[in-house]
C-alpha cells in the first residue's frame, strides 16, 4: 500500500501557552520566524501562527500578523503560512477575520476555521453558524485556503453542509484534533471514524492535545494522513512531562517514524500542489 508524501503542520505558539511553562515557546515574530526557518529544515511544511503583543497577550491585530508573516518568508520562502482566526479572545467578526485582509506579499496562504463551538477543559470555543459562514466566505473571497478544525465527529457533518451551499471547496485540508476534556477523546476508533466521515479523497492530518500528541501524530502517519504537530497543543515530550519539547525536536521526531515506515516527506512544491496552494513566486519577496 502506498501511503503518499507526509505533510507536517506546525502549531508554533497558540493562545494558551506561556514562557514560564515552556521557555521554548516562540512568542516574538522573530522567535517565531527562527523556529519556522529551524522546523522548516527539519521536514515541516505548513506553520500555524497566533500573534502575541510584546507583553506575550494573545492579539489578532494583522499589524503583528504581518510583521511575522514578512520574518517567516524572509527566512523561509517556502513556508506555507497558516494564520488563526480564533474566537477564543476575540468575539467580533472584524477582529477575528482582520488577518485575511494583509495584501500582496503579507497575505496569508491558509488560515483556520473551526467548524463548531465547543468546550476546552477551562473555556468555550464558541464559533456560530453564523461565524463560521462569514469566516469562510472572506477566505473564499481573498483565496485563502482554510485549516478546517475539527474536534469532534458532527464537525465533519457541517463540513459537508459547507460543501453543499459551496462556502468551502476542494481540495480540503482537514485537521481533526482529538484528546481535549469536552470532545472526541484520543482513540483509534474515533480517528477512523473521523477519516470514514470525510469527503472521499481530502486531505487530513491527525493531531492530539497534550500527551495524545504523539499517539494520534503515529495513528496518522500509519493510516495514511498527515500531521499537525507543535508546542501550541503539547509542551512535553514525554507523556509523563519531565522533557520539554521544542518545536524542532517534535517535528524531528515526526520525521524519524515517517521514515521508519517508509513515508517520505512532501517536498515544499508538493505540499503546495496537494493543498491547492499556487507556488510561490519569488518575485513578491523582492517587495517585503
Ligand atoms: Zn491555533
Not at 494583509?102 to 468546550?119: C, V
Request: some cysteine; overall charge neutral; proline content about 7%.
Amino acid at each position: 500500500m502506498e501511503l503518499g508524501k507526509l505533510i507536517i503542520n506546525v502549531a508554533l505558539t497558540g493562545i494558551i501557552p506561556d514562557k514560564r511553562e515552556n521557555p521554548h515557546l516562540p512568542v516574538t515574530p522573530e522567535e517565531i520566524a527562527r523556529d519556522c526557518e529551524q522546523c522548516f529544515a527539519a521536514g515541516a511544511r505548513i506553520f500555524h501562527v497566533h500573534a502575541r503583543e510584546a507583553d506575550g497577550r494573545p492579539t489578532y491585530r494583522p499589524e503583528i500578523y504581518g510583521e511575522i508573516i514578512s520574518r517567516v518568508r524572509e527566512r523561509c520562502p517556502e513556508a506555507i503560512i497558516c494564520v488563526s482566526t480564533s474566537g477564543r479572545r476575540f468575539k467580533e467578526f472584524h477582529q477575528r477575520a482582520a488577518v485575511l485582509d494583509l495584501e500582496g506579499p503579507l497575505k496569508p496562504d491558509m488560515a483556520s476555521l473551526t467548524l463548531g463551538s465547543h468546550n476546552f477543559p477551562r473555556e468555550a470555543s464558541v464559533n456560530s453558524p453564523e461565524m463560521i459562514q462569514s469566516l469562510a466566505r472572506r477566505m473564499q473571497d481573498r483565496g485563502i485556503v482554510p485549516e478546517l478544525e475539527i474536534f469532534d465527529l458532527g464537525m465533519i457533518d457541517y463540513a459537508w453542509y459547507l460543501i453543499r451551499k459551496g462556502m468551502i471547496r476542494e481540495p480540503f485540508y482537514f485537521n481533526l484534533i482529538l484528546g481535549s476534556l469536552g470532545t472526541a477523546s484520543a482513540t483509534p476508533y474515533n480517528l477512523a471514524a473521523m477519516v470514514r466521515a470525510l469527503p472521499p479523497g481530502a486531505c487530513w492530518a491527525g493531531g492530539g492535545l497534550g500527551r495524545f500528541q504523539f499517539y494520534v501524530n503515529c495513528l496518522a502517519i500509519a493510516m495514511g494522513g498527515h500531521v499537525r504537530v507543535g508546542l501550541e497543543d503539547n509542551l512535553y515530550l514525554d507523556p509523563g512531562k519531565r522533557q520539554l519539547a521544542t518545536n524542532p525536536s517534535l517535528v524531528a521526531r515526526l520525521v524519524t517514524v515517517a521514515q521508519a515506515m517508509a513515508r517520505e516527506i512532501a517536498t515544499p512544491e508538493e505540499a503546495r500542489e496537494i493543498l491547492g496552494l499556487t507556488p510561490r513566486q519569488s518575485r513578491t519577496l523582492s517587495s517585503l
